[in-house]
């Protein structure tokens, strides 16, 4: 399913127009994604938690080159108990 699908049966199920369906997806995107930045995660219980995990720097091979990366922050899922066991 990608995002304008998801909006669609949004919209269907919460019996609103496209156009609405889409400002609340958005809207609730953009919030996640600013929780995520701020404040390091965003906890829907039972669904799951966004949040921001620390990668170390390392050290690596390919094809006989070295390189190396350095130490960043990369956003991260956790999926709840809830989700886990509709997903099985």
């Known amino acids: ?11 269907e199920a919460a019996e609103v127009s496209n156009r609405e369906a889409a400002k609340v997806v ?10 995520v ?6 906890t829907f219980p039972g669904f799951g938690t966004f949040e921001t995990k620390t990668v170390p720097a390392r050290t690596g091979e390919f094809r006989g080159k070295k390189y190396s990366t350095k130490a960043h922050k990369a956003p991260a899922f956790h999926a709840g108990a809830n989700f886990k066991a509709e997903v099985k």
């Open 1 to 11: 399913m990608n995002k304008t699908q998801f909006i669609k049966q949004v919209a």
């Open 26 to 35: 958005n809207a609730a995107l953009d919030l996640i994604i600013k929780g």
């Open 37 to 42: 930045k701020e404040d390091g995660t965003v």
